[in-house]
Antibody
Framework: QEQLQESGPGLVKTSETLSLTCTLSGGSIRNHYWGWIRQPPGKGLEWIGYIYHSGYSRSNPPLKSRVAMSLDTSKSQFSLKVTSVTAADTAVYYC????????????????WGQGTLVTVSS | DIQMTQSPSSLSASVGDRVTITCRASQSINNYLNWYQQKPGKAPKLVISVASSLQSGVPSRFSGSGSGTHFTLTISSLQPEDFATYYCQQSHSTPYTFGQGTKLDVK
């Protein structure tokens, strides 16, 4: 049974870089896309981006200039960095597996980590 | 970006009730619409994909319908474990976008 677990600092200073890692257990990181979604306290969900095991990635345009994603197949981990953070980046950050059927019909986030709260404060 | 709008934003209901949540897209997304259930302090859980396909393990009282710009999620007979917040999400194109959520609570 595949499981995801986020890890990283819970507090980041304003203007610094947020760094999170997601570790996959019980499965292979190959042949899947791996995504990040965040949720500010009391608010809705925002897609950040995803990365394929080949290194191909896409991210949400408003965040694109500040977001970097990477993947380490040897450790079954993928990572997110968000630079120049502000209070608006305070959120619960989820990692998730994106599953598709290859034709574009089925495209879902079907396995999620438990989420980790990152607070940005000066 | 494709905007997703859910209604209502909140809904009070009782066990056994039939409830329907609506999700509208700002442009046609065919049937590329997913529904997630989120309970407090937990990650979202995929309930329905491709507008109407029930995920494995999800009770049959859940159903989804719609295409184009108008979609619905229906729970035929509410159970205590169904009280949660529900989000629609379009997978037609990136950036993926979610509705603002519908909080379903006990009347």
């Amino acid at each position: 049974q595949e499981q995801l677990q986020e890890s990283g600092p819970g507090l980041v200073k304003t203007s610094e870089t947020l760094s999170l890692t997601c570790t996959l257990s019980g499965g292979s990181i190959r042949n899947h896309y791996w995504g990040w979604i965040r949720q500010p306290p009391g608010k809705g969900l925002e897609w950040i981006g995803y990365i394929y095991h080949s290194g191909y990635s896409r991210s949400n345009p408003p965040l694109k200039s500040r977001v970097a994603m990477s993947l380490d197949t040897s450790k079954s981990q993928f990572s997110l960095k968000v630079t120049s953070v502000t209070a608006a980046d305070t959120a619960v950050y989820y990692c998730a597996r994106r599953s598709t059927d290859g034709y574009g019909d089925y495209d879902v986030f079907d396995i999620w980590g438990q989420g980790t709260l990152v607070t940005v404060s000066s | 970006d494709i905007q997703m709008t859910q209604s209502p934003s909140s809904l009070s209901a009782s066990v056994g009730d039939r409830v329907t949540i609506t999700c509208r897209a700002s442009q046609s997304i065919n049937n590329y619409l997913n529904w997630y259930q989120q309970k407090p302090g937990k990650a979202p859980k995929l309930v329905i994909s491709v507008a109407s396909s029930l995920q494995s393990g999800v009770p049959s009282r859940f159903s989804g319908s719609g295409s184009g710009t108008h979609f619905t999620l229906t729970i035929s007979s509410l159970q205590p474990e169904d009280f949660a917040t529900y989000y629609c999400q379009q997978s037609h194109s990136t950036p993926y976008t979610f509705g603002q959520g519908t909080k379903l609570d006990v009347k």
